[in-house]
């Protein structure tokens, strides 16, 4: 039966196939779009495909959202790791030569626990988060390397512990069924993609930058028109510049102090014929030979006829590289030399002396900027996104690991050179004893990165801090919306708009809307839903492909021929690959073999006809999505398809095998017709989108009717709805997290989009559905304040929870003393005080205990340290230490419980004690509240139901909202959320408000009007108040509003008296230590400006440090009561008021023999 | 003002008009009206129009907004019940935390006639005249019975969800003999209280004290207790042929009918009380100038849904009750304003 299934799929495919083929044989002959188009087929009335949007379900099984973080992780464990390794596998010793040791291949196994004598090494995520342990799986490598005379194999050898991200291929939770997850006690709808390291999650955001090994083309910071390349190589990482100043090209790097003339330098790279450097820029226009005359002329000029003359002239401008101290300075043209072959653009290969390929591709970059010179449209836009690179947690890891594994390997050198400079070795040296005692290298280099979130590396000269985040568990959503954040390098102070703003290449990629206010806006961006980040994919087999349609070699042909007027160079990844004359053939053939799977997926290829260049990528880090390809103005994705992929035959990846759907990612989108609706398809379209809504991202996916909203307003609900209180995973319970917020009865919203269902929101939603009236009632509503029903709060309402952790570490000490847990101390009269009442023998307070402000609920006791502890003891070892209470209690205003209690071990096996303590609120004054449109508001005032406005039939609001609300805001969307939802509650059913979609507002008004409403959505209401009619009809229906983690309990201070600090005796500062409020800068001058002396010295002396001090009227020094000892009398002492600040300055100053003295006057 | 008009509000299509009354209850604005009991008794009147033990419906006709609107007030929220206040959590160990679990329970409707019992203040003692004790005693366990690779809950396990008829009520004193003929007990046996499974159990006494909707939602008597005003359909033109359909259409079934006579198909208003206001009448050009919607002002349409606890017919009366101990405090406490203000003069 099975395999009948399969051979029906492979039947189909291989129609798929062959149909393929006969189109690809018709767009080999050349039928070149638009030109053969049936005309009958133009008029056939357009077949819409019926729920292509489940193609998107279909492809976020496979890719999106956080699937590129973990396929990056994956294919950093799978391919990069051991292609790290095999790049850096031997190890020699400078003093033996017969020394070596070499790895022959490296895995990493499952994630272990490191507790010395368990039996099950076995851990689950789960685990590690309770237990502050890292989840990391153990680093084997097989090694050969020689004892002595004899070669020693050995497999398996543990070097280090690898974090493992959470659902990738080597974490626990791969391919765990939702029963498998729940025993694991790990949420089924958790995203993963994170790492949990010392028991905090932590995520590698997606990082932003400039791609690497392409030719950039700009005008510098100097005004001058410039190509720049990074080269990005395994070795190292270098900026190389050719610009134009006054005319003449200059190539430019930071290993070369002054910049060379572009001539001399190709002179240096053996090109010595004026004429070659000339067709290799120029080609033969005449134009551009102009451009380049002044160029050849100074060449011609600084008479360095041959290459050594040149090489002579760079070298002492080259900072050579590297130079070990004892070793005999080379001439300057080897070091000339050896700047341009290894870092002068880097990543062009020079093999051995030839220069060709390198010289070619200097030469295409200055063709560039005389193309950009001559047209200040062929620039290069930074911004364009198709220029960006997205870096993943695989690849930031890969740098960290290889960097990590040759910082091991050279240690374990210097280690071995070390031992065998020994004469005479007493055994035979087995460096595998070595090995084990490095271990912990790779694993703190690892952990410590991940959890400090520093990458320093220094052979890449980078040192970038905050590359790793917590995430962010204050609802599904802020984590969701975390795992798809971007951040970008570039620094924020800097005043430009460019890389802020809307790009229209973003358009599918990134969310237009995701994206935070402030400092950061446009800076930190979000991906799309449907975006996927590629990684790297083989080079080899597409150059032969390349080659095999017809690519004429670089090598093999001269100037004049890449520059001919029918050829486009053919670039992969950024190098010169060669030309092709028929570069809309090729290109096509190129697409062919890919959509029939020959190539992968994840390759690109566009032309470039402005500067006639086909551009191949197989590189990672590019953002693409998939789209439809349509061919001759027909979808190739079918209604039958679609069936198929419903009745479960067909999954999107073979959508992808059968050339259906391909990914296009930003550069070669921009060559493509994209049709976002079946109607529009026209006979030169190329591809049909799959759903337009998918360029929103998954947080403003939430959105209900995000199209009718003011932009705005989008970007601000994205913003709040990772502040709303929800529930947070199906484990929310069994979580110990050091703050939490859940909701006590969330509802999935009635207007729901398809990107919530998507998204699982509505499994895991952060809401709730309030009958909402839109009018103004009793004042206490202005400024977006709300009026809440207190008989709604009374039945549950917006309440909500919130969980705080207090850990407390029982330790062991060193001396053999250690901190225990005791009982309630009690008074003399065997009674417990009041604030230990709840505190059980053991120490701790039980769980379900009420604690009310200031009680303790766990009890520790840590020895007294040595020197007075012991002193009173007799000193004698024997006697018991004495212990001081260390009591952790509560210190929160309202009453909370006792949660949880946890006791377990660390990794470095102390006792470690987790309290969760829990506050259950309900809304109060001030609370704040948003709906999904970006309209926040706090709770003016609570009224009583009966004072509420009712409509004819007894329905209450829970909520009265102030209309001001919107004519500024314009959140239209909105309105069509209260319309569609109340709709949607008397029928009975949920509706959509999907972007670009959902329920229709004429459907909405119809099921109203049914019902016999209004078809308004606007009733006849009674107030509650008066009994009478309102005058006006309310608009009013469901609406979710989302209760929001600003909450006055939490922000609530004052103080009359309180804590001081000691050093200034001045009142604490913030609210978490008691502090003072502060009469500031601005206040102090209302205050001297209105001449209000008094009050001044009363509020910034005596109701804060005022201190008597007793000073001499003779020499000006502060003395004792009644006795200067500077004078040594007691004759004129006077005592006076200042500032405890002010006597702790003149202390201070006189501490640094600066003396300063009152003078004393009378008034 | 029409003279007409003086006792309707207008339903206009986007506003209501005339929505006040006089600046006294029954009065007309300008006009010296005084209060006539006689007149009063002739043009009050009380339908109950439909009646259910949960439901009541009823036309209270002849009264002034502000003595509906206070009726409708008590209900809500001055008529005491009884409701559970306190929870003694002996133990919890579900996945719902105590005070969750103490706020769903304290929602439970109780069916004990407040009447009964006497109100406790803050210092007060328990005691057998104003509290109830119910026990909730629950504990979930592997049902034996249930067959292998069952995965309903509800088979698979013995109490796995727990509901309001699990609460036992504890009589005290002499509250069996007093209420041998209505035993204390939620009204609605299957509320979802709270799921439990394996291993866990909740035990915890519950009581229950008297007091009232004000306080806290949980005491109100009723689910909602609202009115409105009697609609009224004036066809002012006749509204004949197809146009009459679609008038029709434009109220809820049965409040407009189309009658034939002479064989034109005419548009009447059989029962305007079915019209919920919809106002899609005036949405459409054909009928501009043709109809006008009113309200009575003096009719209420009351429609009150009781939680169960006492029956709806007893709520009203109630009700009443209350307005007129209210009225009392507030006669007599005229009555010393009065008599302080001769002594002053």
Redesign the interface.
Known sequence: MKAEEQNGVEHLQHERLGNGGRRSAEELLGASIGMDVDAKRLTDPIPTIEDKWQLLPAFLRVKGLVKQHIDSFNYFIEVDMKKIVKANELVTSDIDPRFYLKYTGIRVGRPERTDADAADRTITPHECRLRDLTYAAPVMVDIEYTRGRSRVIRKGVVIGRMPIMLRSSHCVLAGASDDEMALMQECPLDPGGYFIVRGTEKVILVQEQMSKNRIIVNTDNKGFMSASVTSSTHERKSNTYVCMKKGRLYLKHNMISEDIPLVVAMRAMGMTSDKEVAQLIAGVDPFYLDLLSPTLEEGAASKLFTQRAALDFIGPKAKSMGRRPGVARRPAHEDALDVLANVVVAHVPVNGSDFRAKCVYVAMMARRVLQSVSDGNKTDDLDYLGNKRLELAGQLIALLFEDLFKRFNSDLKINVDKVLKKPNLAREFDVFSQLMCHGDLITQGLVRAISTGNWSLKRFKMDRAGVTHILSRLSYISALGMMTRISSQFEKTRKVSGPRALQPSQWGMLCPADTPEGELCGLVKNLALMTHITTDDEEEPIRRVAFALGVEDVALITGAELHAADAHIVFLNGLILGITRAAQRFVRQFRVLRRSGRLPAFVSIYIDDHRKIVHMSADSGRICRPAIIVDGGVSRVTSEHVRQLLAGELQFDDFLRLGLVEYLDVNEENDCVIAIYEGEIKPYTTHLEIEPFTLLGAVAGLIPYPHHNQSPRNTYQSAMGKQAIGAIAYNQ?NRIDTLLYLM?YPQQPMVKTKTIELINYDKLPAGQNGSVFVMSYSGYDIEDALVLN???L???FG?C?VMRKFTAMVRKYPNNTFDRLTGPPTFQDGKVPERFQFVDDDGMAPP?TRLENGQVYLHKQTPVGDDDGSGAAGGSALTAPSFRSVPMSFKYPDPG?V?KVMITTSESDQTLIKFLL?Q?RRPELGDKFSSRHGQKGVCGIIV???DMP?????I?PDIVMNPHGFPSRMTVGKLMEFVASKAGAIKGELQYGTCFGGSKMEDMCRI??EN????TGKD?V?S??????????IFNGATYYQRLKHMVADKMHARARGPRAVLTRQPTEGRSRDGGLRLGEMEKDCLIGYGASMLLLERLMFSSDAFEVHVCGDCGYIGYKGWCQMCRSSKSMVPIKIPYACKLLFQELQSMNIMPRLVMEDI | MALEDRNR?V?LE????N???ADFPMGVDGQDVAFNLEGFKDTFDIRIVRITPTDIEFDLVGVD??I???L??IL??EIPTMAIEKVY?IN?TG?V????LA?RLG?LPISADPNEFQWKRPDSVPTDQNTIVLKLDVACGVNRAAAPGETDPRKKYVNSSVYSSQLVWDPKGDQEQRFAARPIRPVHDDILITKLRPGQAVTCELHCEKGV??D???F?PVA??????LPEIQILEDITGDDAELFRSCF?PGVVEIVEAKGVRKARVANPRKD?????VL?HKQFEGKVRLT?VRDHFIF?V?STGIIPPEELVTKALDVLMEKCDIAKAALARAVKSSEEDE
């Not at chain 1, 016999?1012 to 078809?1015: M, Q, V």
């Not at chain 1, 509650?1024 to 009809?1033: R, S």
């Not at chain 2, 986007?14 to 008009?17: G, L």
């Not at chain 2, 919920?276 to 899609?280: G, K, L, N």
């Open positions: 319970l006590v207190k008989a709604s009374d039945r549950g309440r929870q379900g419980y949660d829990r259950t009583q139901q009966e009712f409509t004819d039939r007894g209450y109203l009007v016999g409403f209004s078809y006849y009674t509650g108040i008066t009994g009478e009619p309102v005058g006006a009809y | 509000v339903v986007d506003r209501v008009e929505v006040s009354g907004a502000s509906a609107n206070a409708r007030r809500i929220a959590m919890n996945v935390q105590d005070e969750v706020h929602l909707g004000k806290h939602a949980k109100s909602t207790a609202s009115y409105r005003l809820p919920t206001v919809s106002r899609e949405r309200r429609s849904e």
